[in-house]
């Protein structure tokens, strides 16, 4: 909506609350994991065709707190440094089952 939209009003979404309300946890992992992956290289690929300009377009996040001010660029670094931990876990995983 961010891109689409000027400066709109979003609703933050607590993860924990979203889980619970859907049968997300009891998915199969393969099927779970391409869906993961098909969204995840359309997005990257959104992303790469970005105007420069598109990277600070901006909205109102409410609902967790006084209402922020989010860019594009925002989301995209939070959600880099979110993954990031998420790959130091499947490396220890990795390490694990290697023993």
Do not use: C
Not at 59 to 79: I, Q
């Amino acid at each position: 909506m961010t891109l689409a939209e000027d400066h709109p009003t979003l609703r933050a979404i607590n993860p924990t609350a979203w889980i619970r309300q859907t049968d997300y946890p009891d998915l199969a992992f393969r099927p779970s994991q391409r869906a993961f992956d098909m969204q995840r290289a359309e997005l990257l690929a959104l992303l790469e065709s970005l105007a420069p300009e598109a990277w600070s377009r901006a909205a109102t996040v409410t609902g967790a707190g006084a209402p922020l001010t989010k860019s594009v660029r925002d989301y995209v670094e939070r959600m880099a440094r979110h993954e990031r931990a998420h790959w130091r876990q499947l490396a220890k995983i990795g390490d694990a089952v290697r023993g």
